[in-house]
């Protein structure tokens, strides 16, 4: 006797937004519409045209949600004339496994001062997760140019900053984010955790924002994979403040990224452990890759992190460079063509005096100013150095033995 199987149910038909049923057929004109209208699991796909409207997807009755322009980059969510809060553009609450595809996400917003409650162009918070991929999310500054010193306009948020208690997860690949006010990516709030990947981060292109834009940041708990990024024109007027990527408090790996033009490459601060691994790092206004413990800069403890295999060229400031960092390892990294100005002010890899404990091996530095290895601190390691080199090359140096063309220690 044979028994009939059950054919399998078939996918939910996916919800349309469009604004011009004539070209694309829609039942819902509007993009929150149909996220209110959707359940678990639901495709929403947007057609052509230009949304004003703020989009919340909150709560675990979208869990599953898949937000997709119909044809890429062809749909815009774009900052209302009127706000509400929370003051991001698209807000994932709570929601997980979400995933929005393939729209332009733009403000500029228009806000008549600071808020606490800072603007965001996607925010990642309560718990949610989202996978956002293949966007173009820009513009998001206040329109109003006299408030550009205000410490807001992120175009990603990985947990939310006010309050600090709420933490996000994401996988953010393959998007361009460009013209933020503060931050292209920032990963903030304990709990908080993104993987960050073959993205396109640049600043301002005028490289004039008085907020000291970053590029991809993890901080106050928040940390991140970062890899394969390419990041650029993040600088401050009047001087350098800004970073291409930084993080700190909480490990985070950095890796094969192409990071040029910002006033500082790569920054860690208070933090142990991490990896900097297989960068390039070009042109910085200031340090190439620097490891800031000072707390005359308000850096905490820089601890057991790796920087290897990194090539790090033509960074006005030093290449690397150990600002009271202890017990960290640099290795087989290609540094050169770094520094200027007059003085012992700037050189391929340095420690300075409160640097020590670390291991610095087989680097290879040429062609920097003022020296290719430099170690100002004093103690029981190499050349009566609080720090240990072995087999680094280089041409010059403050001390014998830190490196040289015949050094084969």
């Not at 993987?195 to 640049?202: L, P």
């Not at 790569?266 to 070009?282: F, K, P, T």
């Not at 280089?394 to 490196?403: E, F």
Request: aromatic residues 4%.
């Amino acid at each position: 006797m044979s028994v009939a199987l059950a054919s399998p149910a078939s996918a939910a038909p996916a919800l349309r937004v469009s604004q011009n049923p004539s070209s694309c057929a829609g039942t819902f004109t509007t993009i929150q519409a149909a996220v209110t209208a959707s359940g678990p699991g639901a495709t929403i796909e947007v057609c052509p045209g230009t949304y004003n409207e703020q989009v919340r997807i909150v709560g675990h009755g979208h869990d599953g949600l898949k937000l997709e322009s119909l044809k890429p980059q062809q749909a815009t969510i774009k900052w209302p004339t009127v706000e509400a809060a929370p003051l991001a553009l698209v807000d994932v609450d709570t929601a997980t496994s979400v995933v929005v595809r393939d729209f332009v996400i733009s403000g500029p917003f228009t806000f008549g001062g600071c808020s606490a409650d800072r603007h965001e162009g996607v925010l990642i918070e309560g718990g949610a997760s989202l996978k956002l991929q293949r966007n173009h999310i820009t513009q998001i500054k206040n329109s109003l140019p006299a408030l550009y010193g205000c410490q807001e306009g992120d175009a990603v948020s990985v947990g939310r900053r006010t309050p600090a208690t709420t933490p996000g997860m994401a996988t953010i690949i393959d998007n361009r984010i460009d013209e933020y006010q503060k931050n292209g990516v920032q990963v903030v709030n304990t709990g908080s955790y993104a993987t960050i990947d073959h993205n396109v981060v640049r600043g301002s292109s005028a490289g004039q924002w008085i907020t000291a834009s970053n590029g991809i940041v993890a901080f106050n708990g928040g940390a991140a994979t970062i890899t394969f990024n390419t990041v650029s024109n993040n600088k401050y007027t009047p001087g350098p403040l800004s970073t291409g990527i930084s993080f700190s408090q909480m490990p985070s790996t950095v890796s094969g990224n192409v990071v040029y033009d910002n006033d500082f490459g790569i920054e860690v601060d208070s933090v142990s452990g991490g990896r900097i691994s297989r960068n390039a790092v070009l042109r910085s206004v200031s340090d190439g890759i620097q490891l800031c413990g000072d707390p005359g800069a308000g850096c905490g403890a820089v601890t057991n992190v790796m920087v290897d295999h990194n090539f790090v060229s033509h960074n006005k400031g030093t290449g690397i460079d150990l600002l009271t960092a202890v017990s960290n390892t640099i290795r087989v990294n290609n540094v050169s063509g770094n520094g200027s100005g007059t003085g012992d002010a700037t050189d391929g890899i340095r420690a300075d005096a409160a640097s020590t404990q670390n291991h610095i091996g087989s680097n290879s530095a040429y062609g920097n100013v003022t020296h290719d290895c430099h170690d100002a601190s004093a103690g029981a390691g190499t050349s009566g150095t609080a720090n240990f080199w072995t087999g680094n090359r280089g041409a010059t140096q403050n001390k014998p033995g830190l490196c040289g063309k015949n050094d084969d220690q």
